[in-house]
């Protein structure tokens, strides 16, 4: 008798479970067609207007997610990544999401 044993991290199925909730939701599609009322991409005092995604999530124009793999120490890429999950951190922490 084979046994397969398929070790996944809670962390892995959550990221892909949100993945494919979020792919088939209206909001995406708008999104992706543009016809979501955003601000045009255009610095608003400074800042952009963006969403915040899980690695598994798409990369689009207003969807922002982490650079992949590791970055050596005052990367621009490792900067961004701990800017980018503190925000999401923060936004998760006012919505109970965490």
């Known amino acids: ?14 990221e892909e479970f949100l993945k494919a909730v979020f792919l088939r939701t209206p909001r995406y599609k708008n999104l992706e067609a543009k ?10 005092n400074g800042f952009h207007t963006f969403f915040m995604g899980y690695e598994a999530f798409p990369l689009s124009e207003n969807l ?15 900067i961004f990544n701990y800017r980018i999950c503190n925000a999401r951190r923060v936004v998760e922490n006012v919505f109970g999401l965490a």
């Open 1 to 14: 008798m084979l046994i397969t044993t398929l070790c996944l991290s809670t962390q892995d199925v959550k």
């Open 35 to 44: 016809t979501l009322c955003l601000p045009q991409p255009v610095p608003l």
């Open 64 to 78: 922002m997610k982490v650079y992949p793999g590791k970055h050596p120490k005052g990367s621009k890429e490792r």
